[in-house]
């Protein structure tokens, strides 16, 4: 038996698609001695995309092993199918570098999420319009009175929550209302890949989660001004 289908077996016994230790010890002939830890540290260029981080240095080649388990029918035994090995090509992450405002969705590394996750989440609960401005007032809303036809005036833009308007009013602004936040605050909690918009808008809901309540009165008042 070849010596990579031996590997191969003990790999998949042990649940692991890829040989660690070669992995490591191939970036160490390069330079590079850290723990590396692949789909974390070290991926590949397709992996690091998805990320929102393009390769800029030359990664290692290592195997990578598929295997999947068939039940026997009439027995308690399974059947392991172990695919032929195939190099894929890792990149660290120091052979990296971000790629800003990136068109695709990707997902959104940021820390403050696990952080403040239960304040997002009731945030997003917050957003929407409680009353949809540009709507006709009419002297009466009987339609078989005179009146109906009398326009005294139109609504106003009234969000459920302060911050929610002046989020609409920034380049984070999120169409679809409540639905279209909490799907942006979901994704970015679960770890999912985020639109460009829903990027914007849960860095800005994170900016506001970590601005103590009445500071931002005090920086739009300096802001303003500045701008006068």
Request: contains cysteine; charged residues 25%.
């Amino acid at each position: 038996m070849r010596a990579y289908w031996r590997s191969a077996i003990a790999k998949a016994l042990e649940g692991q698609a890829f040989d660690r230790r070669e992995i490591e010890r191939r970036f160490a002939a390069m330079g590079i001695r850290e723990e590396i830890v692949p789909g974390e540290n070290a991926c590949s260029a397709p992996q690091w995309r998805a990320l929102s981080r393009k390769v800029i240095g030359a990664g290692i080649q290592s195997h990578v092993y598929r295997a999947t388990t068939h039940a026997i029918a009439g027995t308690d035994l399974l059947l392991l199918v172990i695919d032929r090995p195939r190099l894929t090509t890792f990149f660290h992450i120091s052979q990296t570098e971000l790629i800003e405002n990136a068109p695709w969705p990707v997902v959104l590394r940021d820390p403050r999420i696990a952080a403040f996750a239960g304040r997002l989440r009731a945030m997003s609960r917050e957003a929407g319009w409680a009353e949809v401005g540009g709507s006709i007032i009419r002297k009466s809303e009987d339609y078989r009175s005179h009146d109906y036809q009398v326009i005294v005036g139109r609504t106003t833009w009234v969000p459920f929550a302060e911050w929610y308007q002046r989020m609409q009013q920034s380049d984070a602004q999120m169409p679809g209302g409540r639905p279209g936040v909490e799907l942006a605050v979901n994704k970015a909690v679960a770890g999912e890949a985020l639109t460009t918009q829903q990027r914007r808008t849960v860095l800005w809901m994170l900016a506001e989660c970590e601005c103590p309540e009445g500071q931002w009165q005090e920086q739009q008042r300096q802001e303003w001004q500045e701008e006068t």
